[in-house]
């Protein structure tokens, strides 16, 4: 079954909303005949100055993060009823940094997933083990079990708007890159963890990414793999000359 490929760029915390508008709309410009999936996903302060940007391109618009609540109480929280009324079309949950350095664990993760859903948006969920895990042999194991309480409660209809990040923890924004081969098989195990929860052909149609220190020169690599369908890319995704490359590779 051929995947179409999705590049989505992650501009963390980064950009004010002139620097923000900028480099929406260069994008904008410079895919607007590109072949494949695009998303932008800028802070939740920029949304409003990106929306109308990418507003009716071939660029979707995307959050790095939502409450687990829909309202309420919630000091410093961005929820789903305000991220929809902005137009955001997908919203990143579970990135490695939301785990590792704010304590995001499985459970709260699969609440994110379980809301946006249920709000029509689409998810890229973010799975990958830490340099310790890999080296003792866990890299499936961590990212069988994220997998699975991911997608906890996740229907098979709901679980179409659902694409999987495979993020090797050591290899973010350490200009280390995992192997196109490590990389691969990793996704192959994920689709097969999949397959196992929702049938095969379930797993076949899964959008399964690739992100950590994705560049220009490595994306073509890393994209010819059979179970490599895309990229979330993060420091490159903040300059167009190494974003658009990557979201253009042939």
């Not at 709260?108 to 809301?115: A, D, G």
């Not at 990040?165 to 192997?179: C, F, L, Q, R, S």
Request: overall charge negative; some cysteine; aromatic content about 6%.
């Amino acid at each position: 079954m051929s995947r179409s490929y999705y590049i989505a760029g992650n501009w963390k915390m980064h950009k004010t909303r002139a620097e923000a508008a900028e480099l929406a709309g260069a994008l904008v410009t410079a895919l607007k005949d590109g072949k494949h999936k695009y998303l932008i996903a800028p802070s939740f302060t920029l949304i409003e100055t990106v929306a109308p940007i990418v507003k009716g391109t071939n660029v979707l618009l995307g959050a790095q993060n939502c409450a687990p609540e829909e309202q309420g109480a919630h000091t410093g929280e961005v929820s789903v009823l305000q991220l929809k009324d902005l137009g955001v079309h997908t919203i990143i949950l579970g990135h490695s940094e939301r785990r590792h350095n704010y304590k995001e664990d499985d459970a709260l993760i699969n609440k994110k997933v379980k809301l946006a859903l249920h709000h029509g948006f689409e998810v890229i969920l973010c799975i990958g083990e830490l340099l310790e895990e890999r080296e003792a042999g866990k890299a499936e194991a961590v990212c069988e079990t994220q997998t699975i309480k991911g997608l906890e409660g996740v229907s098979a209809e709901d679980l179409s708007r659902v694409v999987i990040a495979y993020e090797p923890v050591w290899a973010i924004g350490t200009g280390k890159t995992a192997t196109p081969e490590d990389a691969d098989a990793i996704h192959a195990y994920v689709r097969q963890v999949v397959g196992k929860l929702y049938g095969e052909m379930a797993a076949q149609k899964m959008i399964i990414q690739y992100g950590g220190s994705v560049k220009p020169d490595n994306a073509a690599q890393l994209m010819a793999k059979e179970n490599i369908d895309g990229a979330l890319v993060g420091g490159a995704a903040l300059k167009t000359d190494t974003f658009i490359p990557i979201a253009k590779f042939a």
